[in-house]
């Protein structure tokens, strides 16, 4: 393809050595700066023509050199680079002559990669598995990679990829036999995985490298679903996990590594956000080696369709890290990057891309045609050899005879496979989940309790409550904490903030680590958590809570960046690796958890139906009608309770403090791992009747429905969760109406029948049953909720109160806000037709 080239300058030979050095030195900082516009990198050659450079190139022995380095087979970028000792290492490792890896290694590892291919081509033909073929090149890189890592001091990596060459990777990478894969393909007994289980190239798997030097390096590939780039966050929050766990040195014995598709990687928001992880305080790893397998199509799109810029790499460039680009088919060059890349890491501990561009020898899938939309590259591909025989000639070996060997081994496991009758397990937990499982729910805290003494809230409160001598403690935070200390000494009630900090000490004394984090979450977005502390004078920070006992549990508290889907992500991807620990996200509003909805419905919810994969995530979302407006209202609980099955989640919105106290100790102490969803509150933080004493943080443990006491004989009960009631108890209060009981729903998932039913049944003659919610009709939990009463109530009357079903969660007006809100408290009382 002709292309248009910079000037050259013919340079005349300088007398003077450093003159001549001075000359090399600016023609190779053109080459440094530029070099990688002219690398030689679709394999094809019809996409990524070489460009000319934005400066004039003066000709000679120098820029020939510089050529050599800079512009062959292979390109980086790393002039943005701002730290000079990085890109120094870089040039130094770049400006060298080229190692020749163990090329027969690598051979033998393409024709396993390429074999393995061609035998499900042949034995499923048409069945989807999202063939590696065009870039099996990744099979040897990986290798590489964990090779150097080995070296460096690597034990264990966590690796992500989509689906593209999943199964590859599986067999040839993490040591998956591939009677197992095959067995896949065989699907046999379905009647295991009904409602359940996950298509074969989204499962994840467990396994070994074994380095030469006897070494091994502990394997776990992600499980991961359709959503590209889904599991970026995951794998990285997977890895802060595992690296908190091993403690000093971790950095380096923890690898993580993702593999993205180059359409995905540009064009996924959560890849931006998952960058800019990279080096924040609460989120560092390290260092994530990614890796682009790079077709240069996404499903049916060109380049110039998926893509801005000329390499699906740039949004990477925000970030002061290498990028490198690779031509697929040039194994040795590829090989030499890997090495550099894992040593980068390992060195400077920083993020490194490498851009390895190949093509697909299928469609998007085996069962597409993808000569329909890209006619001439498929026209190449189908007269291009494999990788393994284009290698073989490029190092002048016959591989026949060991391709016909491994051809014979694969199919020898294929007709294995179809001897398989139960679906093979590819992936074993960690022995830190041993003592905890998931399943039915139902008797889960017999003998669970979670309330402590009032010597010992005094004594928690006094040790939450301290900061050092001389700290410069802003005046209301001084006072707030003095409250604190009268609330333990019972001169006041607890407030929301309080009891949650309690919470936290009480179960970091007994060991349990905690982890909260979410925007603007050590202070707490409505000013009531105070978490850490801020010298008003030097900007210092202390944290209470991380100094409570010598022995206590490690206690995190970060701000997070402005993200939901990554942040929460990342999250999860802890709780994986740390169900001892309480991990915590929360919403700055809880309306804004619908920029994570991927997280949450293809792993939270999901994870232990598809993949067996439990975690003790706890989401906390603020929720309550306060009149301002459709984004701070609703953390849209329909949303939760569609998702909500098989005990795969629990769903609760605590009523007062103490009930928040025992719930997220519960959460901590039980040995069942499942999501917590916890809809908190906003205007009730501090409000009296949400305000809880001491007596009621030692009951024995948190309450699913909290009965009503305090009327005889009602005529009308009403049922509610969360602020509304509260409305309801100061309206009746207001009204001295005692015909009209207040039940409480706290935890709305899994339903309470049983303790529900005691509480209706309490008051016999009440005739109507009537549930009340704020949220419009066609939200809140009025869809769940009203079945599963009118199966209780019997012959009574079951009626609802709500707002008119809307297409906004809330009205913008104040005022309209109040009018409505009246509006459902007269109809609640029975003052209007409900």
Request: glycine share 4%; net charge negative; proline share 8%.
């Given at each position: 393809m002709?292309?248009?080239?910079?000037?050259?300058?013919?340079?005349?030979?300088?007398?003077?050595?450093?003159?001549?050095?001075?000359?090399?030195?600016?023609?190779?900082?053109?080459?440094?700066?530029w070099g990688y516009l002219q690398s030689w990198l679709d394999p094809l050659g019809q996409y990524l023509p070489p460009e000319p450079f934005p400066v004039a190139v003066p000709e000679g022995e120098f820029a020939a050199e510089a050529r050599s380095y800079y512009s062959s087979t292979f390109g980086i970028e790393f002039a943005h680079i701002v730290n000079s000792e990085q890109r120094q290492w870089l040039q130094e490792k770049i400006e060298q002559p080229t190692p020749r890896p163990d090329q027969a290694h690598v051979l033998s590892q393409l024709i396993r990669a390429d074999i393995f291919e061609q035998?499900?081509?042949?034995r499923y033909l048409g069945t989807k598995r999202f063939s590696l073929e065009g870039l099996t090149v990744l099979i040897p890189f990986l290798d590489q990679v964990l090779a150097t890592g080995s070296a460096t001091g690597v034990s264990k990596a966590i690796i992500a990829m989509s689906h593209r060459g999943r199964l590859n990777v599986m067999t040839n990478t993490i040591g998956r036999s591939a009677t197992e894969i095959f067995a896949k393909f065989e699907d046999v007994d379905p009647r295991s995985t009904l409602g359940g289980g996950d298509v074969k190239y989204h499962v994840g798997a467990t396994g070994e490298y074994h380095a030469a030097d006897g070494s091994a390096i502990a394997l776990h590939l992600a499980s991961n679903p359709s959503h590209l780039e889904a599991v970026n966050p995951v794998v990285m929050g997977r890895s802060r996990a595992k690296q908190i766990r091993m403690g000093e040195g971790a950095l380096n014995k923890v690898l993580p590594i993702i593999i993205h598709g180059d359409a995905a990687f540009a064009g996924q928001g959560i890849t931006a956000e998952s960058l800019n992880m990279a080096s924040l305080a609460g989120y560092n790893i390290g260092g994530t080696v990614h890796v682009i397998v790079n077709n240069l199509l996404g499903f049916t799109a060109l380049p110039e369709e998926s893509n801005s810029s000329r390499f699906s790499t740039d949004i990477a460039k925000r970030?002061?890290?290498?990028?490198?680009?690779?031509?697929?088919?040039?194994?040795d060059a590829v090989m030499r990057i890997a090495a550099i890349a894992t040593e980068y890491r390992q060195r400077f501990h920083s993020d490194v891309v490498v851009d390895l561009i190949g093509y697909r020898r299928y469609g998007h899938n085996e069962a597409d045609d993808p000569t329909v939309t890209q006619p001439r590259r498929y026209a190449l591909i189908k007269e291009r050899k494999p990788l393994y025989q284009l290698y073989a000639e490029q190092i002048g070996v016959d591989p026949t005879d060991e391709a016909k060997a491994i051809q014979?081994?694969?199919?020898?496991?294929?007709?294995?496979?179809?001897?398989?009758?139960?679906?093979?397990?590819?992936?074993?937990?960690?022995?830190?989940?041993?003592?905890y499982h998931g399943g039915d729910l139902s008797d889960a805290d017999e003998q669970l309790t979670t309330g402590i003494s009032a010597e010992r809230v005094l004594e928690l409160s006094r040790l939450l409550n301290r900061y050092p001598d001389g700290f410069h403690i802003h005046p209301k935070v001084q006072k707030l904490y003095?409250?604190?200390?009268?609330?333990a000494e019972g001169k006041r009630a607890f407030d929301y903030g309080s009891a949650e900090l309690l919470a936290y000490a009480s179960l970091l004394t007994e060991g349990t680590p905690v982890r909260l984090t979410g925007q603007d979450s050590q202070r707490g977005t409505f000013n009531q958590r105070h978490s850490v502390l801020v010298d008003t004078e030097t900007?210092?920070?202390?944290?209470?809570?991380?100094?409570?006992t010598e022995s206590q549990g490690s206690f995190e508290v970060?701000?997070?960046?402005?993200s939901e889907a990554a942040a929460l992500g990342f999250e999860y991807g802890y709780s994986r690796d740390y169900p001892e620990a309480l991990v915590l996200w929360e919403a700055q509003f809880g309306d804004f958890v619908n920029g994570a909805q991927i997280i949450i419905d293809q792993f939270i919810a999901s994870g232990e139906a598809k993949w067996?994969?439990?975690?003790?995530?706890?989401?906390?979302?603020?929720?309550?009608?306060?009149?301002?407006?459709?984004?701070?209202?609703?953390?849209?609980?329909?949303?939760?309770?569609?998702?909500?099955?098989?005990?795969?989640?629990?769903?609760?919105?605590?009523?007062?403090?103490?009930?928040y106290f025992h719930l997220l100790r519960r959460q901590a102490r039980r040995a069942w791992r499942k999501p917590l969803i916890v809809f908190t509150p906003k205007s009730m933080l501090r409000h009296p009747d949400a305000a809880s004493t001491i007596a009621e943080l030692g009951k024995p443990r948190f309450e699913n429905v909290l009965p009503d006491n305090d009327v005889v004989n009602p005529r009308r009960l009403l049922v509610c969760s969360g602020k509304i009631g509260h409305n309801l108890r100061v309206e009746r209060e207001k009204r001295k109406d005692t015909s009209v009981g207040i039940v409480f729903v706290e935890q709305l998932y899994p339903w309470p029948e049983e303790e529900l039913q005691a509480a209706l049944d309490q008051h016999p003659d009440a005739q109507e049953i009537v549930w009340v919610q704020e949220e419009p009709a066609n939200m809140g939990a009025l869809f769940y909720v009203m079945p599963l009463l009118r199966r209780m109530v019997g012959d009574r009357a079951l009626l609802s109160v709500k707002r008119s079903a809307s297409a906004s969660p809330a009205t913008g007006s104040a005022k309209a806000h109040e009018l409505e809100e009246k509006t459902l408290i007269d109809l609640a009382f029975g003052a209007l037709r409900s």
């Open positions: 002709a292309t248009k080239t910079a000037p050259r300058i013919a340079s005349a030979p300088s007398a003077a050595p450093e003159n001549r050095a001075a000359e090399r030195e600016q023609v190779f900082d053109i080459f440094r700066r035998v499900i081509q042949s970030l002061p890290i290498p990028i490198f680009h690779v031509n697929a088919e040039d194994p014979s081994e694969f199919f020898d496991e294929q007709k294995a496979a179809t001897q398989v009758e139960r679906k093979p397990r590819l992936a074993q937990l960690p022995d830190y989940w041993s003592t003095e409250q604190r200390i009268e609330m900007e210092v920070r202390y944290t209470p809570l991380a100094h409570l970060h701000n997070s960046l402005l067996g994969l439990l975690s003790g995530l706890v989401l906390l979302l603020p929720h309550g009608y306060d009149g301002q407006g459709p984004e701070h209202s609703s953390a849209r609980m329909e949303r939760f309770l569609q998702l909500a099955a098989h005990d795969n989640l629990v769903i609760a919105q605590p009523s007062n403090a103490s009930q």
